[in-house]
């Protein structure tokens, strides 16, 4: 799992790889169903089992978390 979401901030590096890889699924998910206008970020931390304050505490926004997750 190293090297998953290498854009992330360093406070996702330091989760667990098995949640790191919950959150990207979650992500990969909810924009590849959606599409980046209408992702929902409110479904994508639920079904990742983390808060949405988290999650932008992590990635900043929601462009940040999609660019991660393209490259």
């Known amino acids: 799992m190293s090297g998953l979401f290498s854009a992330g901030t360093k ?3 330091n989760l667990s790889p098995d949640k790191q890889h919950k959150v990207f699924q979650a992500a990969v998910h909810e924009f590849a169903s959606k599409g980046y206008r209408n992702a929902s970020m409110n479904s994508l ?11 932008f505490l992590y990635f900043g926004s929601k462009q940040h978390l999609f660019n991660s997750v393209v490259e």
């Open 11 to 13: 406070l996702f590096r």
């Open 45 to 55: 931390v639920k079904a990742a089992g983390i808060s949405k304050g988290s999650l």
